[in-house]
């Protein structure tokens, strides 16, 4: 009993402990001193929340604490927020209510309480469609309060914080939402920190080796990195106190996981990376009204020290990004003869760089407010999209997703005004985006003068004119190439609005067909005449005869009158429906299959043991990403119950991860060096007299191990080559590859997605 007293003692002392960090972090922001409300939300929080505690061990309202500090500290909010982060947990896991919060803390902090709730539950159901449902929530309870998503992403942040304690399966889960939905929202609600945080910290739960292994290599190499940067700025140093400027010179390291990107998407190994440190000055402006143009002194100044890459000189002073971002980016040589990037802002560019252009953004309560900057544009672009309802959820998503990725170009109207636009933006999304109506009439566009279809993509600096015919009709094929969010909701509304008049007329011209026939119209029929006319179903033949491109006459009427009955074909239908492959005549498939959905028996707790006997008889390595033993994997348990393996960086395997990720199982291997797996490996260099030779020699007699396909391209002396081979595991892959990597010639080795 005194054990227990003693204990509770001092986790109140650490809990008090914590919640006075967090005031001490908001006394000194410049925000309002409302401590007396935020300690009330305290003290509920605490007292709602008591004897429970997170998988950690550690009571549960350090997890609140925390959040709100993250809100206040690293996102730069007031006491609203702070408040709301409190107490963000309580509706969804007490007795209170939204009322009760509305009672003792007024609507303001309840109705964001009440957003918290409403999305709690993740993004990722165990359907794509309940994901989609729960992300419409959330964009919605965004676009009403944004600082409901600015909470739930310090929500995030600490959850991935304490991933740890999580089961691995849970993990995995949870990080691949994180890189598939937040990361991407906290991108473009500018908060750059928080994503850089959240994508590094997914990939350490996911690649755990892989990261610590770029974090030692980082850390390895952190010396040699100094020293340079200290040579390099030494000069620039000297230069930026003879303008008179106050500033601070940072190194910026690009982290593991952006790293670990690069490398996969070059093919190159660590060591060729070259622009892992990077240079920032943040300077305080002489007057205000000069900033923007004493970024660009600086950048002057700086490039008589160093000469400048003359293409890439990246100016988001003039133009910031859609997300808020402001810098000046240049990339100098220095005297190593290394390309250096430095980037240049001011004080204010650097915190809305870090904090987010939500934290700068007037709320609106009641009133209007003057700042209608980008992210309002991007808001609204939002509740245009959600109040066009899809049927189909996973393209809502990807619609979405298109948009949150996309950086921008910057295009002009012909009155030049200047328009932000997702990359790869074409001619009719640019249309769409100034109004539905040019959009849906638009036939053609003049870019910078000059004459061009719809489908063309627009370049930054672009000068658009949109050409529109009153004749003009929105057109499947559209699709194809309406890129924007913006564009093809309105385009599939517009042709969903189409179709449902068009099946209405065919339906009265059904109608009209049979009474005259004196026919009384059955399913039978509708069946025989979809058939006939190779159409899907009865809304699609509706919808054409409806729009004249099936008139109804006598070749109708004949097959109507057929006795010869088409039902069989409706009766094989209705069997597969009911009994899938019972009725298959493969029956050794429908075998494996039997024994392979024996999921019911998988402890989700513990990690799949990949071994050979498994591998062979129970589980399917994934053929989409080929997986072989030591690569990181997962196990996701199909429709089939089957359980696939995939990498777990393969693209299929996030987007399952992201709309079925309570299936997603935990996977380790276990395996002895006797099966085989096919590997691709990419290799280029200088090409001279036997180098294939050298290659196959390595390959075949010294490692003994099977070629399976072999192609090599010469190019003005450079070679290429990609080699199939089958190998036990990943360690038989870094053998051969230091191995080949020993030939004079050969310059680079690496394995490769197939
Ligand atoms: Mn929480």
């Given at each position: 009993m005194d054990d227990l007293y003693k204990k509770e003692q001092e986790e109140e002392l650490i809990i008090n402990k914590a919640f006075q960090e967090l005031l001490q972090v908001y006394l000194a922001s410049k925000h309002r001193k409302k401590v007396e409300i935020i300690t009330k939300a305290f003290n509920f929080a605490k007292q709602a929340h008591k004897g429970v505690r997170r998988r950690s061990g550690e009571p549960y309202i350090m997890h609140p604490i925390a959040v709100a500090r993250i809100v206040c500290?690293?996102?730069?909010?007031g006491s609203t927020s702070i408040c709301s982060a409190l107490l963000h947990d309580v509706v969804e896991d007490t007795d209170y209510t939204v009322e009760d919060i509305s009672n003792i803390f007024g609507p303001k902090i309840a109705q964001i309480v009440d957003g918290l709730t409403k999305i709690?539950?993740?993004?990722?159901?165990?359907r794509a469609s309940s994901q989609a449902e729960n992300f419409k929530k959330l964009l919605l309870t965004m676009s009403e309060d944004i600082r409901v998503i600015l909470i739930k992403m310090a929500d995030r942040l600490h959850n991935m914080r304490t991933?740890?304690?999580?089961l691995p399966s849970k993990q995995y889960k949870i990080a691949g939402e994180t890189l598939y939905i937040y990361a991407p929202l906290a991108n473009r609600l500018g908060l750059n920190k928080i994503k850089t945080e959240l994508e590094d910290l997914s990939f350490k739960y996911e690649h755990p080796e892989t990261y610590q292994e770029i974090a030692n290599k980082l850390q390895d190499t952190q010396l040699e990195r100094s020293n340079v940067f200290e040579n390099f700025i030494a000069p620039i140093r000297e230069k930026l106190d003879s303008m008179g400027f106050s500033y601070r010179i940072e190194d910026r390291v690009k982290t593991p996981y952006s790293i670990w990107n690069k490398m996969q998407n070059?093919?190159?190994?660590?060591?060729?990376?070259?622009?892992?440190l990077a240079v920032r000055i943040i300077f305080t402006p002489l007057s205000p009204e000069k900033e923007l143009n004493e970024c660009f002194d600086i950048y002057v100044s700086i490039c008589k020290i160093y000469k400048s890459h003359p293409d890439r000189l990246r100016d988001w002073v003039s133009h910031p990004k859609a997300n808020g971002y402001q810098a000046l980016h240049v990339t100098l040589m220095s005297n190593q003869g290394e390309w250096i990037e430095v980037q240049i802002r001011s004080e204010r560019m650097n915190d809305v760089a870090e904090h987010g252009f939500a934290a700068h953004w007037k709320y609106k309560e009641g009133g209007g407010s003057e700042d209608e900057g980008e992210l309002d544009k991007w808001l609204h672009t939002i509740k245009e999209i959600l109040d066009d309802p899809q049927p189909n959820a996973m393209d809502f998503l990807d619609t979405i997703k298109l948009n949150l990725f996309a950086s921008e170009i910057f295009v002009f109207t012909p009155r030049g005004e200047i328009k932000t636009m997702p990359q790869n933006s074409t001619a009719l999304d640019f249309a769409f985006s100034i109004h539905t109506f040019l959009g849906s009439h638009c036939i053609g566009a003049k870019v910078n003068h000059k004459l061009v279809p719809l489908s063309h993509p627009l370049k930054s600096g672009d000068q658009v004119e949109i050409l529109t015919s009153k004749s003009q009709h929105v057109d499947a094929s559209w699709l194809n190439f309406a890129t924007t969010a913006k564009a093809r909701t309105k385009i599939m509304a517009i042709l969903r609005k189409e179709q449902r008049t068009a099946q209405k007329e065919g339906e009265e011209l059904f109608n009209e067909f049979f009474a005259e026939m004196d026919l009384e119209p059955s399913s039978i029929d509708v069946e025989k005449l979809c058939k006939l006319h190779e159409v899907d179903n009865r809304e699609e033949l509706l919808a054409q005869i409806g729009s004249k491109k099936i008139v109804l006459g006598t070749d109708d009427l004949e097959v109507l009158k057929e006795k010869k009955p088409t039902t069989t074909s409706a009766w094989k239908k209705y069997l597969t429906f009911s009994?899938?492959?019972?009725?298959?005549?493969?029956k050794k498939m429908e075998e494996t299959v039997s024994q392979l959905s024996s999921t019911n028996n998988i402890d989700k707790k513990k990690a799949l043991k990949l071994t050979e006997d498994t591998i062979q008889n129970s589980y399917i390595i994934a053929d989409c990403c080929k997986p072989i033993p030591g690569d990181d994997v997962l196990g996701f348990v199909d429709d089939k119950d089957r359980i696939i393996i995939h990498k777990r960086q393969c693209p299929i395997a996030v987007r399952l991860k992201s709309s079925y990720g309570n299936r997603l199982l935990a996977a380790e291997w276990d395996t002895h060096k006797k099966l085989f797996f096919p590997v691709n490996i990419y290799l280029q260099g200088i090409d001279g007299v036997g180098v294939l030779n050298s290659i196959t020699e390595i390959i075949?007699?010294?490692?003994?191990?099977?070629?399976h396909r072999l192609s090599f391209e010469t190019n003005d002396g450079i070679f290429e080559g990609n080699i199939q081979l089958y190998v036990h595991d990943v360690e038989d892959v870094t053998t051969i590859c230091t191995n080949l990597k020993r030939i004079e010639q050969i310059n680079s080795v690496t394995r490769i997605e197939n």
């Open positions: 500290e690293e996102i730069g909010l709690s539950g993740g993004i990722f159901g165990d991933l740890g304690s999580m070059k093919h190159i190994p660590f060591e060729e990376i070259y622009d892992i009994f899938g492959s019972g009725k298959s005549k493969d075949s007699r010294q490692m003994n191990v099977n070629i």
